[in-house]
């Protein structure tokens, strides 16, 4: 039988209508289930992007549980995407240009331009029903040194892109800005591409109980009632866009993208859950693949994916705990938890379980009582940058001591939080079978309690996509050294979110393929955001001019030339 993508590329040129007109009006933003009714919001840089709730998206997004049990097998793309890409070589880049215009929403650089990409809702049927990705650019600021596009692939899955080029765009080194057009997207649900919802109540829509925390007693009878109210609730609202939501449908509109942008071949920054999408795009499309940096990486795990990234939760908290306890107890330190160290952790395990068995009143937050999990999940949230431990610190020494409790900083609206959790929940149920085994998960919850006490079992209990009623329409992709040299990993060595344990794997499957540079930091996010000058200059030259380490490279914490090989 004939592949959907051969046969896609085959009549491509005969149904080119298919792609955008020219007076398709910019940013359309229907429900695909109520075509008719715009959507209520679209991400900005003010109301989405540069919020420090949504900035820790990957905890918000609900990667979130694990399981030793099995999963869809993975396929391994190196034949079939080989043979894909050798039926489509012919065509090159699109000669379809986009029309570009003014950016809708706040926030966005007044250079930044916008446009809608037309897709396959179900890519098994490409000349059916289309949908929207809204892209953006910020043009070369040096056209005379132009040398492509570069997209940024945003983190999540669920989280915003549009106005990355006016945002994380901007922090880019000048000369990487003068060699690229800076390309940002919306995937395919999320903010001003054709989006989907998920109704869940204010309550509901806390992190706390987003995340499959498990009871005070280590049961899973919470996590999975509200688990499978999420999964119903998110399949009923996101209609058939829910069902056709997944990494590998991510990675077949960015290549329509480079398409309609006109070009053979992209260069990419991709963080965190952008790792993974960017991992499987390049072995997709390895042909279509300029210069590839993925930074802060996911464990490309193709029997667990998601579930591999939920337990990796654990090992990153166990990782990351230690920086807090070491700046906790600096001496000076105007929020200091503890004299030592090594009384942190003890303390703040012993404050958790008081918690659990009387809350207080925390005016403000939701849910307006600081449980032993909402404390949990407050560190597990302030672990992803430095900058957040105040906050924690605070929380613990009014907890302590009887104080007033901090304010919580402003989240994203309830409407924002519906469509992350919708393309989040999606994506990870789709992307890979999970256990629907109730037992199984009491079995493992247990076991991963004791070996991670700071997690309290949190990273292998149930998830909605136990309660997910579809199956996965295609393996996940097994990441391999098929393709060309051109990729190049960064990490920090304590990451709550993607551990560098994960990263090397990353690396591994990839082999001759990629780089790693590993940077002795703390934090999600690696370029040009913890001020490593070792680590983004490795970055910067090998966007810029091309130039990889030969072998991975270890950058120390203070910034200086790459001091020694981090082996493979």
């Not at 679209?42 to 999963?71: I, K």
């Not at 090159?92 to 029309?99: D, E, K, N, R, V």
Request: aromatic fraction near 6%; glycine fraction near 8%; charged fraction near 25%.
């Amino acid at each position: 039988m004939e592949h959907p993508e051969h046969r896609q590329h085959r009549q491509h040129r005969q149904h080119r209508q298919h792609r955008q007109h020219p007076e398709h009006r910019q940013h359309q933003k229907r429900q695909l289930n109520e075509p008719r009714q715009p959507a209520r919001f679209g991400w900005s840089a003010a109301r989405g992007e540069n919020r420090a709730a949504l900035r820790a998206a990957p905890a918000l997004v609900l990667v979130l549980a694990a399981s030793l049990l099995g999963a869809a097998p993975a396929t391994d793309a190196s034949s079939t995407d080989r043979a894909r890409t050798s039926d489509a070589r012919t065509q090159g880049a699109s000669t379809t240009s986009l029309t570009w215009g003014p950016c809708e929403g706040d926030g966005a650089d007044e250079r930044q331009e916008c446009a809608t990409v037309k897709v396959p809702l179900d890519y098994a049927h490409p000349n059916g029903r289309q949908i929207d990705i809204a892209v953006s650019r910020i043009r070369s600021e040096q056209p005379s040194t132009r040398r492509g596009a570069l997209l940024l692939i945003p983190g999540g899955p669920g989280g915003p892109g549009l106005n990355g080029p006016s945002t994380k765009g901007q922090r880019l080194p000048q000369e990487v800005r003068d060699a690229y057009d800076v390309i940002g997207f919306d995937p395919r649900g999320v903010g001003q591409s054709t989006q989907v919802t998920c109704g869940l109540g204010h309550g509901e829509l806390a992190t706390v109980n987003l995340r499959p925390w498990p009871d005070v007693d280590g049961g899973i009878t919470g996590a999975a009632a509200r688990g499978r109210n999420m999964a119903a609730t998110c399949a009923r609202d996101g209609g058939e866009l829910s069902r056709n939501i997944s990494t590998r449908n991510e990675a077949r509109d960015i290549d329509r993208i480079r398409r309609a942008l006109g070009e053979r071949k992209l260069s990419a920054w991709g963080v965190s859950y952008g790792t993974y999408a960017g991992a499987v795009y390049a072995q997709m499309y390895p042909d279509r693949t300029d210069r590839w940096v993925l930074d802060s990486n996911d464990d490309p795990n193709p029997r667990l994916v998601s579930r591999q990234w939920m337990a990796n939760y654990g090992v990153g908290v166990e990782d990351t705990f230690p920086d807090f306890a070491k700046w906790a107890t600096r001496p000076g330190n105007a929020d200091r938890v503890a004299d030592r160290p090594e009384q942190v952790r003890p303390m703040f395990l012993r404050l958790a379980a008081q918690l659990d068995r009387a809350p207080l009143d925390w005016p403000g937050a939701n849910p307006a009582k600081l449980t032993g999990n909402h404390l949990r999940q407050t560190m597990v949230d302030s672990l992803y940058l430095k900058n957040r431990f105040p906050f924690l610190a605070k929380v613990i020494n009014a907890a302590r001591t009887g104080g007033t409790l901090p304010t919580p900083g402003t989240p994203p609206t309830d409407d924002e939080l519906r469509n992350n959790i919708a393309v989040s929940i999606a994506t990870i149920c789709n992307d890979v079978s999970w256990p629907r085994s109730l037992p199984a998960y009491e079995r493992e919850v247990p076991k991963n309690r004791a070996r991670y006490p700071l997690t309290a079992g949190m990273p292998a209990s149930v998830m909605p996509c136990a309660f997910w009623p579809y199956a996965p329409k295609e393996p996940a992709t097994r990441i391999t050294s098929h393709g060309p040299s051109n990729v190049l990993l960064t990490q920090n060595l304590r990451d709550v979110a993607t551990p560098h344990s994960g990263a090397v794997n990353l690396r591994r499957a990839f082999g001759d393929r990629a780089r790693m540079v590993s940077v002795d930091e703390m934090g999600h996010g690696v370029y040009v955001s913890n001020g490593n000058a070792c680590g983004d200059q490795v970055v910067t030259d090998f966007l810029v001019t091309g130039k990889r380490p030969a072998r991975d490279v270890l950058c120390a914490s203070d910034p200086s030339r790459p001091s020694r090989s981090s082996g493979s």
